[in-house]
């Protein structure tokens, strides 16, 4: 009985609602635009010399790399966006952006989608001015999407799918059947030592460093800044 | 590559260090930064204002003048500056260019002397940022429309080579073009008026016969079926013309105009061939009806008449939806005032369509008072239907003229837009293709200058560098990585789709090659295999590396279709080779050239002997037997080294 009378008078209410709206129409203010543009975070990195400290850079690549990274993103940050942006223009015969999701996710430390220049000069220490060990294991980081200490055939299969992209379509020879997946069964025939199905940093590292022409390749990026 | 992003170069290098591991192939060496110059400000004097800037900024576009050694002779060596002889308030934007990668148009600068100042300096104004782009455009087409009106006279001088049908199909679409076109125009014109005039004057009673008003028509009969047959004549001839004289008659049968021409002319013939007879006679009154289509036959001449038309089809979802909504009140209001006066006698509601007469003309705010409801009821919808008549209808109609003038304006403005979009597109397309294909043209000399890098002396081979800029080969050095990396090459367009055929004819062509190289095949990369395989063909001896570009004979066994097809693409070659004997013996001698190269290249990295240099030159004094066993070797080294 009770929760008659009260949906009564949510009825009465209600209809008590529509009618007034009827009468004076239902115009509601413009809602104030209170959307507090969120792009306009700046951020400036810490100091030269605490990031001379940290990175195996001289101040004078620093000042190099910084105004180039300034250039591009005056914000101080690069998004994800504009990350796959600028790594586009360098690979107009193919698609760029899977490959650049990739290395975005292993130059954001922190994981919150945006790269600062500490982050960014991080990466490029070790990369460049890194031990074997240390390049070994930023390459593992790589392609190690999910971040769970192995390198599974999935893991592996959208890495070099993703490269396969980069490259386009017209090639030659052209790329017909599965190449990629092939790829990956070469790759896992040399780096799973136990055949387990996955990869460790271990054999990885082990694998990489048995491998000449890998070595030797990896010292050629020496002298890139 | 968009040069904006060159400070990014470095990155995307080190990058590349997460390809290694996946790698098939080894990947080929860095280029080195031969002057390792440091990076310095440069001092520009344009006209007396000094602008400086760091030396790699302007060296991100090597193709315009301040990026390449064009600058050098502007260079002041007192005063250790560049001057420059040009106007400092344009230099503004174009420096502006190289720091931000984004050309700005300013808005006080006058469009010729703009363009001036970019052709100086080597930029071409396409790449114009979009927020500037539509302005310059703008400004580009008026002062080209204003020049132009003083070359109009000319334009309409008969072109020498104008057959007569031509001619007369641009005299019927442009009466100014001649005197006879324009009198044409105008006879036309005013055969149309007097049809028209004729038509209606037919039907004005003049004067009695026999106690009965008659139409001027059955009064005149003969006059009239006089001038109307002269009009008749008149149009059918000028049907018949335009008919022979259009460029496509097809096309010009189906358009709008002549199926007016077509139904303002027919009623006549019909009515010519029907007979005086009582049934049909009432179906050729009608028919007289499509005379007044004529007067559409104004629009050739009116081009007011023309825009209308267009702006109303253009509108014509608003139009619909003015229609629809009008529709719908009025079968709402029509139903409703029926019932509510279904009670009163003699009403005139006797149907709900008969009420729709009422709803319309009380809507419309017309009140023709034929009809008016009679019970309290029906006066109160009745009143209500009037207001919401209001509404309905001059809500709608300010939306509908706004939307004619926006709609025309944005029609036009869209159309210029598209049409200069295309274009834009166009070039943008051409620009970007020329960096895709300027890494395989590289590709193609690079090869050739690695292999001197070796022989060559240092002049000859500083000079040969200096063709493509430091940043240049950085980049064709990473996408060489690239390739290596999957073990495909990069290759333009049409030579994938040769290779595309060739691949139907491949199976059939494997089994002539030496099976010492096909022996090679498993473990080893797609592209050591491939490379081998190229290899056992017979290539025939030099007598010395650095000869190797312009001395080799035709080899008899390069007469497969796809190697021809091959060469045959890979036509343009610059001037830094320096053979100089015909294009068959260099495309053959560099399909040769290349593929020895390609091996040297290989065998160089992996092997990294001391006798690296006389290898080499052991290869190139080899006979062509000889170079299937030196592939051997060089690809189980690969084999040993890779463990792939």
């Known amino acids: ?225 | 590559m968009a040069s904006g992003v060159a400070a990014w170069l470095p990155f995307a290098r080190a990058a590349a260090i997460g390809w290694m591991p996946v790698a098939n192939c080894p990947m080929p060496i860095a280029p080195r930064d031969h002057s390792k110059r440091k990076d310095e400000l440069i001092i520009l004097n344009v006209s007396g204002r000094r602008f400086q800037t760091w030396r790699t900024t302007l060296e991100r576009y090597p193709d315009t003048l301040l990026g390449s050694s064009e600058k050098e002779f502007f260079y002041n060596e007192e005063a250790k500056e560049y001057f420059f002889d040009r106007d400092p308030d344009a230099f503004r934007s174009v420096l502006n260019f190289y720091r931000t990668g984004k050309l700005h148009y300013p808005r006080y600068e006058c469009i010729s002397a703009y363009d001036e100042e970019l052709a100086f300096f080597g930029i071409i104004p396409e790449i114009i940022g979009d927020c500037c782009y539509e302005e310059y455009k703008d400004r580009k087409r008026e002062n080209a429309e204003r020049l132009m009106d003083d070359q109009e006279e000319n334009k309409d001088a008969k072109l020498p080579n104008m057959t007569f049908r031509e001619t007369m199909w641009r005299a019927f679409e442009n009466p100014h073009t001649s005197t006879m076109a324009l009198v044409f125009y105008y006879v036309t014109g005013f055969f149309i008026a007097i049809s028209v005039i004729t038509n209606v004057v037919e039907t004005v009673p003049c004067g009695y016969k026999s106690q009965k008003d008659v139409p001027c028509g059955e009064r005149y009969t003969v006059a009239f079926f006089c001038m109307d047959t002269a009009c008749v004549m008149i149009f059918t001839v000028e049907y018949l013309l335009r008919l022979f004289a259009a460029p496509s008659r097809y096309r010009f049968m189906r358009s709008v105009m002549s199926i007016i021409d077509v139904v303002a002319i027919l009623p006549y013939y019909i009515g010519l061939v029907m007979t005086d007879n009582e049934d049909v006679s009432g179906a050729f009154v009608t028919l007289r009806v499509f005379r007044v289509f004529r007067i559409f036959k104004f629009s050739r001449h009116s081009q007011g008449l023309r825009i209308l038309g267009y702006t109303l089809k253009s509108c014509a979802s608003e139009l619909g939806f003015l229609l629809f909504s009008l529709t719908m009140a009025i079968i709402i209001f029509a139903t409703v005032m029926f019932y509510a006066e279904k009670g009163s006698s003699s009403s005139k509601f006797t149907s709900i369509p008969a009420s729709f007469w009422y709803t319309i003309v009380t809507m419309t705010t017309l009140g023709y008072g034929d009809m008016v409801p009679k019970t309290i009821a029906g006066k109160i919808f009745g009143s209500i239907c009037s207001l919401s008549g209001v509404l309905v209808i001059a809500l709608p109609v300010p939306v509908i003229v706004s939307n004619f003038s926006r709609i025309y304006h944005q029609n036009q403005r869209a159309d210029k837009r598209r049409a200069q979009k295309k274009a834009r597109l166009a070039r943008i397309r051409i620009a970007k293709k020329g960096s895709t294909t300027a890494y395989l043209q590289t590709k193609r000399n690079g090869l050739l200058n690695e292999l001197l890098d070796l022989t060559a002396s240092e002049v000859e081979q500083q000079h040969l560098n200096k063709t493509s800029s430091l940043l240049e080969s950085q980049h064709h050095h990473l996408l060489h990585c690239l390739e290596k990396t999957t073990g495909h090459e990069f290759v333009d367009e049409q030579l994938f789709e040769q290779n595309c055929l060739e691949g139907a004819l491949q199976p059939y062509r494997s089994h002539s090659r030496t099976p010492s190289a096909s022996s090679q095949d498993g473990p080893t990369g797609t592209c050591c295999s491939r490379r081998s395989k190229r290899g056992s063909t017979p290539v025939p001896n030099a007598s010395q590396p650095h000869m190797l570009t312009h001395t080799l004979p035709q080899s008899p066994g390069l007469q497969e279709l796809s190697a021809i097809n091959i060469q045959c693409a890979e036509q343009q070659l610059h001037g830094s080779s320096r053979s100089n004997l015909n294009m068959q013996t260099n495309e053959v001698d560099r399909r040769n050239t290349r593929q020895q190269q390609q091996q040297v290249t290989t065998a160089i990295i992996s092997v990294q002997t001391p006798s690296t240099g006389s290898s080499a030159s052991d290869e190139d004094h080899d006979h062509g037997l000889g170079l299937p066993s030196v592939v051997t070797t060089a690809s189980s080294n690969v084999i040993k080294v890779s463990a792939l």
């Open chain 1, 1 to 225: 009985m009770a929760g008659c009378t009260s949906r009564c008078r949510q009825g009465v209410l209600k209809f008590m609602q529509s009618l007034r709206r009827l009468v004076f129409g239902t115009l509601s203010k413009d809602k104030i635009d209170d959307e507090l543009e969120m792009t306009m975070v700046c951020h400036r990195p810490e100091g030269l010399e605490q990031l001379e400290a940290q990175t195996n850079f001289t101040k004078r690549e620093l000042q190099v790399l910084y105004r180039g990274f300034k250039n591009e993103c005056p914000s101080g940050v690069v998004n994800e966006e504009t990350f796959k942006h600028i790594y586009a223009q360098f690979f107009p015969h193919g698609d760029a952006s899977t490959y650049a999701h990739y290395l975005f996710n292993a130059f954001d430390s922190t994981k919150n989608g945006s790269i600062k220049f500490e982050d960014f000069v991080m990466g490029l220490s070790l990369l460049l001015r890194g031990s074997t060990r240390e390049k070994l294991e930023w390459t593992f980081h790589l392609y190690d999407i999910n971040r769970d200490g192995y390198i599974s055939r999935e893991e592996m299969t959208e890495i070099v799918r993703a490269i396969y992209d980069m490259m386009g379509k017209y090639t030659y020879p052209a790329l017909k059947g599965d190449v990629p997946k092939q790829h990956v069964d070469a790759f896992f025939q040399k780096m799973d030592k136990n055949k387990d199905g996955v990869v460790t940093l271990d054999e990885f590292v082990l694998a990489c460093q048995e491998d000449e022409t890998m070595m030797r390749s990896m010292q050629l990026f020496e002298n890139v800044i």
